[in-house]
């Protein structure tokens, strides 16, 4: 599975952007998408993630700020970040984790080192 990232840049605070992640391989395989950032010097942490029926899990940092969405038939994942904050500001990463694999508990507790897949990262950058 390769996945590619898109729609990074810079926006003043409190503007917006979309992220874009477009998978392609064995797309089948493929049961959570997740975006997670990381700012210099910082842990990379999650910001939302989605399974492959739509259930959805976000940081507290972004609730009510962003949305992730899925569309299957362009293999595409998308983060859709509002009212962004110079806090926002990272390299965003899209990841993917296989079906099938084991996980402890429910999808909201996997985390960064248990995906098998992840893109170049876009940098967001936000503006005070």
């Known amino acids: 599975v390769q996945l590619v990232e898109s729609g990074g840049g810079l926006v003043q605070s409190g503007g917006s952007l979309r992220l874009s992640c477009v998978a392609s391989?064995?797309?089948?395989?493929?049961?959570?998408m997740g975006w997670y950032r990381q700012a210099p010097g910082k842990q990379r942490d999650m910001v939302a993630n989605?399974?492959?029926?739509?259930?959805?899990q976000y940081a507290d940092s972004v609730k009510g700020r962003c949305t992730i969405s899925r569309d299957n038939a362009k293999n595409t994942v998308h983060l859709q970040m509002n009212s962004l904050k110079p806090e926002d500001t990272a390299v965003y990463y899209c990841?993917?984790?296989?079906?099938?694999?084991?996980?402890?508990?429910?999808?909201?507790?996997?985390?960064?080192?248990?995906?098998?897949?992840w893109g170049q990262g876009t940098q967001v950058t936000v503006s005070s």
């Open positions: 990841a993917a984790f296989r079906r099938g694999t084991y996980y402890r508990g429910s999808y909201c507790s996997i985390e960064a080192y248990e995906y098998h897949y």
């Open positions: 391989g064995s797309i089948f395989s493929i049961y959570l």
């Open positions: 989605i399974t492959s029926i739509g259930r959805t």
